[in-house]
């Protein structure tokens, strides 16, 4: 018998081969999805375009912040508010991506730590403008990048012409202000120069699906980013955590420039973007959500996902663009109510059931489970 | 009577019939080496930090809630402890101690967190507690140097025929739970695992194809379900043994399963004559000690002495207190398996009675957990953050385990309601997709789990 086996062993080989081979690649469950091609379409059409964007406006606040801190006027002022919100936007598109050049290393945290850590701490950034001296590669990630530069040019309670005021009789507020939007440009370009370079290459060639490989890499940042989103642009000051007892609107992304909904439904608008594969001026390409055409109960994933997505696109169209958020946090929390829910639905379609689909290893070691 | 009684005399003469002792030495060197190579690859990679030190919450086994992780200090001595006994173990010196301490400290480690379950860990644990039982050491060991009238050539048979047993329970069982519907006929979980892995060197394009993972899922099943018998029998061992790298290379590649392909191949030597040891055994030793400045005279040593049986082996008390224990041990290896059928539902959804019964890698499960913390006085409630409290991988395995859940939900109740929560209520939405089929509620997200007791409760209407 045992013979009779090893006889017919090749020739089972043979024909499976033959199966195989024979079989024409179309058929909903055929896995042949080119993960290579997503991933370059993930660098060059969203990452990299993204990072452009970043380096570019940062550059532009940058100058803005100079041209202010040289010659200070209300017109300046503005126009340096302007600079700040394009900036602010264009980084909701580039936030999910903190890993690589945009990754920890070292002491340097992952760049969303860096640069966008909020709510900034007006103790630590007064603190520092009255000693005249800081240090913006320390702990204080909360001193410095977006939500720091938000705080010194759009102080809640005061008008333009008292920051202006400010801004006049205190030189260090304008020093301090030039040390972070330089900073700012400063590591948006040094993100933006490695995706010019060889990283590009390297994240497109680690196309396995293991801990550690870019597939892993960049789903675990882009559930990172929506969760950020449901759990610390909304939830939290939305007084959402147990033990909050009431709202803490303070907490909010941008509370002084009353910018925090505007960057929501952006950061929003991005996070569909890399299920789609779809970069913020609109162009098109292999993401997750082609991917999962291709393997098993793909399809039926694409359709309950959207259809979340769309209910969430509903309850943000039902959020009014003013007041601002944190009025509506106090005042009328239904809308945002009802918002929260449906990104709270949608979690497990992206959190659980995409990664399982893709079997894409989400950490190091291995569960029997899995 | 006198039936019974000569079939047990001849049983027993079988089972203490001398047997060479090389496969034993073998067998020592290897999980030794293994262990030895697995703790120092742990502590490498910070693996000590990031598993047992960071998290604030530690999930326990039922039974094993006292055993707590020490502090750093305590947790990185464990280790460097457990490395050296290994080492020991491997070298034969003072074998007992190192193997007893090997198998203390090992078991330790695993038992500090449910989340790191994995039957691998659990095999080597069974392993490292069985060579405990045997005198691995005297043969060509330190001990044997130092002691040389320690020396043996000859051991009971049962010394190695417990581990050819234990890897047969081992691999039969995960064989046989591989007959189920989704495995055989629609090869899952292969059919996610092998695509997702074809950027793999040489057999990548392989796993790609429409049917590999059928072939895959037949063939795992018959390899795990017959490969002991093929191991027995010497006319078909050596193309078995071939299968076993074979099989073992390919999970290695697939799966982040770590050193475990190495110590089966290693371990299921333990099938081959003890000639094929000894040769090995012998071309090692005269390759390295005939060598060495020290002489023939030390090297020596090492050689094997025809010896019988000491007297004194096999003192009564401790002949059959092992034999005893070794009788629990393995009706508890073959028993233990079959619980799930005391559970309602089914052990892939519910994974009651689904650890330590050797189903391995047989689902492709995940789970999205969300918890929800009520103060009891206020009515106000809010959503917890889970990566709050638990690494990404505990959070990842709690997900989808109903009695880590519940253990979370516990901790949860209890850690708000000292900050100041009155009367918690805490109820979870747990939604779980299993072998990529839509993902669906766990159980009622009403369900204040506080008041849950037990695992079973969950899934009871």
Same mark, same amino acid.
């Given at each position: 018998?045992?013979?009779?086996?090893?006889?017919?062993?090749?020739?089972?080989?043979?024909?499976?081969?033959?199966?195989?081979?024979?079989?024409?690649?179309?058929?909903?469950?055929?896995?042949?999805?080119?993960?290579?091609?997503?991933?370059?379409?993930?660098?060059?059409?969203?990452?990299?375009?993204?990072?452009?964007?970043?380096?570019?406006?940062?550059?532009?606040?940058?100058?803005?912040?100079?041209?202010?801190?040289?010659?200070?006027?209300?017109?300046?002022?503005?126009?340096?508010?302007?600079?700040?919100?394009?900036?602010?936007?264009?980084?909701?598109?580039?936030?999910?991506?903190?890993?690589?050049?945009?990754?920890?290393?070292?002491?340097?945290?992952?760049?969303?730590?860096?640069?966008?850590?909020?709510?900034?701490?007006?103790?630590?950034?007064?603190?520092?403008?009255?000693?005249?001296?800081?240090?913006?590669?320390?702990?204080?990630?909360?001193?410095?990048?977006?939500?720091?530069?938000?705080?010194?040019?759009?102080?809640?309670?005061?008008?333009?012409?008292?920051?202006?005021?400010?801004?006049?009789?205190?030189?260090?507020?304008?020093?301090?202000?030039?040390?972070?939007?330089?900073?700012?440009?400063?590591?948006?370009?040094?993100?933006?120069?490695?995706?010019?370079?060889?990283?590009?290459?390297?994240?497109?060639?680690?196309?396995?699906?293991?801990?550690?490989?870019?597939?892993?890499?960049?789903?675990?940042?882009?559930?990172?980013?929506?969760?950020?989103?449901?759990?610390?642009?909304?939830?939290?000051?939305?007084?959402?955590?147990?033990?909050?007892?009431?709202?803490?609107?303070?907490?909010?992304?941008?509370?002084?420039?009353?910018?925090?909904?505007?960057?929501?439904?952006?950061?929003?608008?991005?996070?569909?973007?890399?299920?789609?594969?779809?970069?913020?001026?609109?162009?098109?390409?292999?993401?997750?959500?082609?991917?999962?055409?291709?393997?098993?109960?793909?399809?039926?994933?694409?359709?309950?996902?959207?259809?979340?997505?769309?209910?969430?696109?509903?309850?943000?169209?039902?959020?009014?663009?003013?007041?601002?958020?944190?009025?509506?946090?106090?005042?009328?929390?239904?809308?945002?109510?009802?918002?929260?829910?449906?990104?709270?639905?949608?979690?497990?379609?992206?959190?659980?059931?995409?990664?399982?689909?893709?079997?894409?290893?989400?950490?190091?070691?291995?569960?029997?489970?899995? | 009577?006198?039936?019974?009684?000569?079939?047990?005399?001849?049983?027993?003469?079988?089972?203490?019939?001398?047997?060479?002792?090389?496969?034993?030495?073998?067998?020592?060197?290897?999980?030794?080496?293994?262990?030895?190579?697995?703790?120092?690859?742990?502590?490498?990679?910070?693996?000590?930090?990031?598993?047992?030190?960071?998290?604030?919450?530690?999930?326990?086994?039922?039974?094993?809630?006292?055993?707590?992780?020490?502090?750093?200090?305590?947790?990185?001595?464990?280790?460097?402890?457990?490395?050296?006994?290994?080492?020991?173990? #491997? =070298?034969?010196? $003072?074998? /007992?101690?190192? +193997?007893? *301490?090997?198998?203390? !400290? @090992?078991?330790?480690?695993?038992? &500090?967190?449910?989340?790191?379950?994995?039957?691998?860990?659990?095999?080597?644990?069974?392993?490292?507690?069985?060579?405990?039982?045997?005198?691995?050491?005297?043969?060509?060991?330190?001990?044997?140097?130092?002691?040389?009238?320690?020396?043996?050539?000859?051991?009971?048979?049962?010394?190695?025929?417990?581990?050819?047993?234990?890897?047969?329970?081992?691999?039969?069982?995960?064989?046989?739970?591989?007959?189920?519907?989704?495995?055989?006929?629609?090869?899952?979980?292969?059919?996610?695992?092998?695509?997702?892995?074809?950027?793999?060197?040489?057999?990548?394009?392989?796993?790609?194809?429409?049917?590999?993972?059928?072939?895959?899922?037949?063939?795992?099943?018959?390899?795990?379900?017959?490969?002991?018998?093929? #191991? =027995?029998?010497? $006319?078909? /061992?050596?193309? +078995?043994? *071939?299968?076993?790298? !074979? @099989?073992?290379?390919?999970?290695? &590649?697939?799966?982040?399963?770590?050193?475990?392909?190495?110590?089966?191949?290693?371990?299921?030597?333990?099938?081959?004559?003890?000639?094929?040891?000894?040769?090995?055994?012998?071309?090692?030793?005269?390759?390295?000690?005939?060598?060495?400045?020290?002489?023939?005279?030390?090297?020596?040593?090492?050689?094997?002495?025809?010896?019988?049986?000491?007297?004194?082996?096999?003192?009564?008390?401790?002949?059959?207190?092992?034999?005893?224990?070794?009788?629990?041990?393995?009706?508890?290896?073959?028993?233990?398996?079959?619980?799930?059928?005391?559970?309602?539902?089914?052990?892939?959804?519910?994974?009651?009675?689904?650890?330590?019964?050797?189903?391995?890698?047989?689902?492709?499960?995940?789970?999205?957990?969300?918890?929800?913390?009520?103060?009891?006085?206020?009515?106000?409630?809010?959503?917890?953050?889970?990566?709050?409290?638990?690494?990404?991988?505990?959070?990842?395995?709690?997900?989808?385990?109903?009695?880590?859940?519940?253990?979370?939900?516990?901790?949860?109740?209890?850690?708000?309601?000292?900050?100041?929560?009155?009367?918690?209520?805490?109820?979870?939405?747990?939604?779980?997709?299993?072998?990529?089929?839509?993902?669906?509620?766990?159980?009622?997200?009403?369900?204040?789990?506080?008041?849950?007791?037990?695992?079973?409760?969950?899934?009871?209407?």
């Amino acid at each position: 018998m045992i013979k009779s086996i090893f006889r017919t062993a090749p020739l089972l080989a043979a024909l499976l081969l033959l199966f195989n081979a024979c079989d024409p690649a179309g058929g909903t469950d055929t896995p042949n999805f080119d993960r290579k091609a997503m991933l370059q379409d993930y660098a060059t059409n969203l990452i990299r375009p993204a990072y452009g964007d970043l380096r570019a406006k940062a550059e532009a606040l940058h100058e803005a912040a100079q041209t202010f801190q040289s010659a200070p006027s209300l017109s300046a002022l503005q126009a340096l508010q302007n600079a700040w919100q394009t900036t602010a936007i264009v980084w909701q598109y580039a936030n999910a991506y903190n890993f690589g050049p945009a990754g920890e290393e070292g002491l340097r945290k992952s760049l969303a730590e860096e640069i966008g850590t909020f709510p900034a701490s007006s103790a630590k950034i007064d603190a520092a403008i009255a000693a005249g001296a800081w240090n913006l590669n320390d702990f204080n990630r909360d001193a410095r990048g977006l939500p720091a530069i938000e705080y010194l040019i759009f102080p809640a309670a005061a008008d333009d012409a008292a920051i202006l005021a400010a801004f006049g009789t205190t030189p260090a507020r304008g020093q301090y202000l030039t040390a972070l939007t330089q900073d700012l440009r400063a590591r948006a370009a040094a993100v933006h120069d490695a995706w010019l370079g060889n990283y590009a290459a390297n994240f497109v060639e680690n196309a396995g699906t293991d801990a550690g490989s870019s597939t892993s890499q960049l789903y675990n940042e882009f559930v990172r980013s929506f969760e950020a989103l449901k759990n610390f642009k909304l939830g939290l000051p939305m007084g959402k955590r147990p033990g909050q007892t009431m709202p803490a609107p303070q907490l909010a992304e941008a509370p002084y420039s009353s910018a925090s909904l505007l960057l929501l439904r952006n950061h929003y608008d991005a996070i569909e973007g890399i299920w789609r594969g779809k970069n913020a001026a609109g162009a098109e390409g292999l993401g997750f959500r082609a991917y999962l055409e291709k393997v098993e109960g793909g399809s039926a994933l694409i359709q309950s996902t959207e259809a979340q997505m769309a209910a969430v696109r509903a309850a943000f169209t039902a959020v009014p663009d003013s007041p601002a958020l944190s009025e509506q946090i106090t005042q009328s929390p239904a809308a945002l109510d009802t918002l929260y829910t449906e990104l709270q639905k949608l979690t497990r379609y992206l959190k659980s059931d995409l990664s399982s689909l893709l079997g894409i290893a989400i950490t190091y070691s291995s569960g029997d489970g899995d | 009577m006198t039936a019974i009684s000569t079939h047990i005399e001849r049983w027993e003469r079988w089972w203490t019939a001398p047997a060479g002792i090389a496969p034993l030495v073998t067998l020592r060197v290897v999980i030794g080496a293994m262990l030895a190579f697995s703790t120092a690859r742990f502590m490498a990679l910070g693996w000590v930090d990031d598993h047992y030190i960071r998290p604030v919450f530690h999930f326990a086994y039922a039974g094993f809630e006292w055993v707590r992780p020490l502090p750093a200090a305590g947790l990185y001595a464990v280790h460097i402890l457990l490395l050296l006994s290994s080492l020991a173990v #491997l =070298l034969g010196y $003072r074998y /007992r101690l190192a +193997a007893v *301490l090997q198998f203390l !400290l @090992f078991t330790y480690t695993e038992l &500090l967190d449910l989340t790191y379950y994995l039957n691998h860990y659990y095999f080597v644990s069974i392993a490292s507690a069985l060579l405990i039982v045997v005198p691995a050491h005297r043969a060509f060991s330190l001990d044997v140097w130092r002691r040389p009238e320690w020396a043996l050539e000859q051991v009971p048979r049962w010394t190695i025929v417990i581990f050819q047993l234990q890897l047969g329970i081992v691999y039969f069982y995960a064989g046989i739970w591989k007959i189920n519907y989704d495995w055989l006929i629609n090869a899952l979980p292969l059919r996610i695992w092998l695509p997702a892995n074809d950027q793999l060197p040489l057999i990548g394009p392989f796993l790609a194809m429409k049917y590999t993972p059928w072939l895959f899922s037949w063939a795992g099943m018959l390899y795990d379900a017959t490969i002991a018998g093929w #191991l =027995l029998w010497a $006319r078909t /061992r050596p193309v +078995a043994y *071939l299968t076993v790298i !074979l @099989f073992h290379t390919i999970t290695g &590649l697939l799966f982040q399963i770590g050193v475990f392909p190495l110590v089966m191949m290693g371990a299921t030597l333990v099938f081959f004559s003890e000639k094929w040891h000894a040769r090995w055994q012998d071309w090692f030793r005269r390759r390295v000690f005939t060598n060495t400045r020290q002489g023939s005279a030390r090297s020596e040593i090492f050689l094997l002495k025809k010896t019988n049986l000491p007297r004194r082996w096999g003192e009564k008390f401790v002949r059959r207190f092992v034999l005893i224990a070794l009788f629990f041990h393995f009706s508890f290896q073959i028993l233990f398996p079959w619980r799930f059928l005391l559970y309602p539902g089914d052990v892939f959804w519910t994974e009651q009675g689904y650890r330590f019964a050797w189903r391995v890698m047989l689902m492709e499960k995940a789970g999205t957990a969300t918890f929800y913390v009520k103060d009891g006085r206020t009515g106000r409630e809010g959503t917890v953050v889970n990566r709050e409290f638990l690494n990404a991988h505990q959070e990842k395995q709690m997900a989808m385990q109903p009695d880590m859940i519940l253990q979370f939900a516990r901790f949860l109740e209890k850690h708000y309601a000292n900050q100041g929560v009155h009367e918690p209520v805490v109820r979870a939405e747990v939604y779980v997709t299993l072998n990529a089929r839509p993902s669906r509620l766990l159980f009622d997200p009403a369900l204040d789990l506080t008041q849950v007791r037990s695992t079973r409760e969950l899934f009871e209407p």
